[in-house]
Structures are given as C-alpha cells and as structure tokens.
C-alpha cells in the first residue's frame, strides 16, 4: 500500500509529515488490517492497481507536471492519497484522528516551495526522449499542415 511505503521512509518530507502527525508504520499497518479483508488468499493471483490507487498515481503526475517538477515523489503520491477523497489512506486518517484537510494544506504549502527542475544533464534519459518525440510529433505535423494548405 502506497501510505506504507511513503511512511516507511524515514529521510522523506513526506514521511516526516505523517510521523509529526503521531502515525507510524505499526499503527497504520493495524489500522489497514482492521479494515481490509482478513485473511483473504490472493495466492496466485495477479494483483492489478485499484481503481484509487490508478486515481492516487494521476493525481500524483498533476500536481507534479503542474508545478514543473520531472519526477514524482513520495510528497507527490501523498498529495494524491488525500486529494482523492477515497480509499483506505483516506479511511486510515479518519479513524486515526488525522484532520485531513489541515494535512492538505501542510502539503500543499511544503509542494509550493519544491522549485522546478529545470532540464540538465541529471535529467532521466527517457524524460528527454518522450520530450523530444512530441517536439518531433508537433513538427511533423506543422510540416504536413504547410505540405496540405501550401
């Protein structure tokens, strides 16, 4: 689950805003299995992203690719899980008193002071390809619409 993983972290801003919350891992892990489905066997089953976890990764790219950043983080996933308002992360904070919308708030003040990165030779090889192919995409289609009206 995407709220262990990010409380896991101990190095994190992320992490550090939910642990300065009370939450740690042992909580939170108690929490789940009391509302999950005990003792399910998923034992040969391929298991796909729910819905929400999909909502969760989408909100994530947003706000990430909204505030210029060229990857996603933990903070980023966190904006996900309470912006989406469902799933179990959301159902965690509530019933571990978590007020949901002061956490908001809190990350949407610590994403705001995150800078761009702006691109350099640290950029990730395949961020500069998919950048390049719509650079291209878009000159090939000026080319055919001159080619077609010209």
């Known amino acids: ?26 909580k939170v892990k108690l929490e789940i299995e009391n509302i999950t489905v005990q003792g399910a066997d998923n034992s040969g089953v391929e298991i796909l992203f729910t819905d929400n976890a999909r909502k969760v990764l989408q909100a994530a790219w947003d706000i990430s690719a909204r505030l210029g950043h ?10 996900g899980l309470v912006n ?5 992360a959301l159902k965690v904070f ?4 978590i007020d949901v919308k002061e956490l908001k708030n809190l990350i949407n003040e610590t994403l705001s002071k995150i800078q761009p990165m702006p691109l350099s030779i640290k950029t990730p090889t395949s961020y500069l390809i998919f950048r390049k192919s719509y650079f291209i995409m878009g000159l090939f289609v000026i080319v055919l619409v001159f080619l077609l009206l010209g």
């Open 70 to 79: 060229n990857y996603i983080g933990r903070i980023h996933l966190l904006y």
């Open 94 to 97: 509530n019933n571990l008193g």
């Open 1 to 26: 689950m995407l709220l262990l993983g990010i409380l896991s972290d101990n190095s994190d801003i992320a992490g550090k805003i939910l642990r300065d919350r009370g939450l740690t891992l042992d």
């Open 84 to 88: 989406i308002n469902a799933g179990i």
